[in-house]
């Protein structure tokens, strides 16, 4: 009973939290209004000009061919008269605040928030999509801020965030947007942070790089059949994503949303916790999500509980050392633990840090050294 109460008002506070977290996003003497289909476009920076008015846009694997007066697969870019746009370009159609652990990451900065915003577009076609209401638009089928670069910058600076989070959607469809406010952001002190598909060519993935703290991949599936049936892309070009991220020295984390029946197998999670751990480290976070009912599997189940505790089991025995639980509040392998001592260092409740042992970069009770993106003092 004891118990129950306690989760109860955890509950209560989690709710008060995060309602107060999106009270007054934009600064009171910034008067903005949302507009259905308002644009900013912009030249896209990774393009070539062909024959016939005819655009190959660069930035992702597709290298969409695009004929003047069409649009690329990602429905973020279009040809207009021969020269390829960014549609979302200063055209947001989600701007929030919210706690960084709900990107999530649970190595950067814990327990902060961050500005987080996205314009309309995907280059995937994920069937399981929580966002599809705006990742399955182009920006002229949402409603949309008119928010430059400096001014996300400002809104970060005066409502007292952490970092910027370029989410939601598909950042690397507003990837000039991304950029742009990222570059300014770092030269004020801002970090930046991108939740991301990792379906990104090398050249515009490192330059990137340059600019973002931290990087939360979905990682969706561990074989191509998955991602051409489920996604519309490809697992080879995620993975050496992965790699570029990890070479140029950038934070990453990982999350894999668990499908029933579609990525569960427990081979392929082993097969998947063993490639990580060779090629990016046994210190990366690794997130294993509940999946529910959404878009275009409405006909599936939420993951059994049980089959997250089987993929985190097999993770560990793989040799990692930062393995979650992720989209069940409460459960205990949401919290973080050290691999040393096995002692509790990052309580959690949803995207709620109760209280953390982690001190300057050290468990608190054995001092071992705790791979992360940490608060400053």
Excluded at 113 to 136: D, H, P, T, Y
Excluded at 164 to 190: C, H, L, Q, V
Excluded at 296 to 305: I, M, S
Excluded at 332 to 342: A, H, L, M, R, V
């Amino acid at each position: 009973m004891c118990v129950l109460k306690l989760k109860k008002k955890k509950w209560v506070f989690l709710a008060i939290f995060t309602v107060l977290l999106f009270i007054s996003i934009i600064p009171q003497n910034t008067r903005i209004e949302r507009e259905k289909g308002r644009t900013n476009p912009k030249e896209a920076y990774f393009y070539q000009k062909l024959d016939r008015n005819r655009v190959q846009c660069d930035l992702c694997p597709r290298k969409c061919i695009i004929p003047s007066g069409s649009w690329g697969f990602c429905r973020a870019r279009k040809n207009i008269d021969g020269i390829l746009y960014s549609m979302g370009y200063a055209s947001p159609c989600a701007v929030h605040v919210d706690p960084i652990e709900k990107k999530p990451f649970n190595h950067f900065h814990p327990g902060t928030k961050a500005l987080s915003i996205a314009s309309a577009g995907c280059n995937m076609r994920c069937k399981f999509c929580q966002n599809w209401e705006i990742s399955q638009k182009n920006p002229t089928e949402t409603s949309n801020y008119n928010l430059k670069p400096e001014m996300v910058v400002n809104i970060a600076i005066s409502k007292n965030t952490k970092s910027i989070a370029y989410t939601y959607s598909e950042p690397i469809n507003f990837y000039e947007y991304m950029i742009d406010t990222s570059r300014i952001a770092k030269r004020s002190g801002i970090r930046n942070v991108v939740h991301t598909n990792g379906f990104i060519n090398k050249e515009p993935l490192e330059k990137l790089c340059k600019f973002v703290d931290a990087f939360c991949v979905d990682l969706k599936g561990f074989t191509e059949e998955f991602y051409k049936k489920n996604t519309s892309a490809n697992l080879k070009q995620v993975l050496e994503s992965l790699q570029i991220i990890k070479g140029n020295g950038v934070w990453l984390e990982l999350v894999n949303l668990v499908i029933p029946s579609q990525n569960d197998s427990l081979e392929k999670i082993k097969e998947m916790s063993l490639w990580i751990k060779k090629n990016l480290g046994k210190n990366v976070p690794l997130t294993f999500s509940r999946f529910y009912p959404t878009h275009k599997l409405t006909n599936l189940p939420p993951t059994p509980v049980s089959t997250l505790e089987k993929a985190r089991e097999i993770a560990v025995k793989a040799g990692l050392n930062y393995v979650y639980i992720g989209n069940v509040p409460g459960h205990k392998y949401e919290d973080t633990y050290c691999p040393n001592c096995g002692d509790k260092i990052i309580d959690r409740y949803g995207y709620h840090i109760v209280s953390n042992k982690i001190i300057e970069g050290r468990c608190k009770f054995c001092g071992y050294e705790i791979k992360g993106v940490w608060n400053e003092k």
